[in-house]
């Protein structure tokens, strides 16, 4: 028998699901690892749209597979940046990884994270994924109080379960309102977006109240 048919006949008993969950969840893994590393990719918006379909498939550990890969995924890439952003602050040419983390943690929050780790330590970690814009600024003070890998690991890996829970819970959400998986997908997206957009808007508010 030739390989072909054989190859063919393979393919049509793979179930779509199972093709899906194949390429999703080493995707998944993949965007929520670069978007921990260059904070501009929309993790939550990923984890969100993967717990949507997920919630519409059959496969009795989807979303558990979700929560697994989004989590483990952010905490490798928080961990890898922290650890190229302290071989910066003992460089003596800094680096540019610690630059782009510097540029995306303006003075004032920069100040509020370092008081409010002064004050509460670990636990202010488990709340700065959770907060839009909140995980940059607090890992800046981290590297700036000099913490080490070890220390910043214990307080991230809690955050980085209770964000990608968060965010699941979101495309669950989602994917309980509508019939149809893009349906879920667009209300997750969207409401990912408000949520991310909501601090900038309050601080607006509050400037233009104060001015």
């Known amino acids: 028998m030739s390989a072909v048919p054989v190859l063919s006949a393979a393919a049509r008993t793979v179930p779509p699901e199972s093709t899906q969950q194949a390429l999703g969840y080493p995707s998944l893994f993949l965007l929520v690892l670069i978007g921990a590393l260059v904070p501009v990719v929309p993790t939550g918006a990923l984890v969100s749209s993967a717990a949507v379909v997920a919630f519409h498939q059959t496969a009795p550990f989807a979303l558990a597979a979700v929560f697994v890969t989004a989590s483990l995924a952010a905490f490798l890439g928080d961990a890898a940046l922290y650890w190229l ?3 910066g602050m003992r460089s003596k040419n800094g680096s540019r990884w610690l630059e782009a983390i510097r540029a995306r943690a303006p003075e004032d929050r920069l100040a509020g994270a370092q008081h409010r780790l002064a004050e509460h330590g670990v636990a202010v970690l488990v709340l700065s994924r959770l907060v839009p814009a909140g995980r940059i600024p607090v890992m800046l003070a981290c590297l700036m109080a000099d913490w080490p890998l070890r220390l910043f690991a214990r307080g991230n890996l809690p955050a980085c379960l209770a ?27 969207a409401l990912t977006v408000l949520i991310g ?5 309050w601080r607006r508010v509050r400037r233009t109240a104060g001015a």
């Not at 968060?166 to 349906?183: K, V």
């Not at 957009?197 to 808007?201: C, D, E, F, I, N």
């Open 163 to 189: 964000w990608a829970v968060t965010y699941q819970l979101i495309g669950i959400l989602g994917g309980s309102l509508f019939s149809e998986p893009w349906e879920g997908v667009v209300a997750a997206v």
């Open 85 to 87: 952003g302290r071989r």
């Open 197 to 201: 957009a909501a601090p900038t808007v």
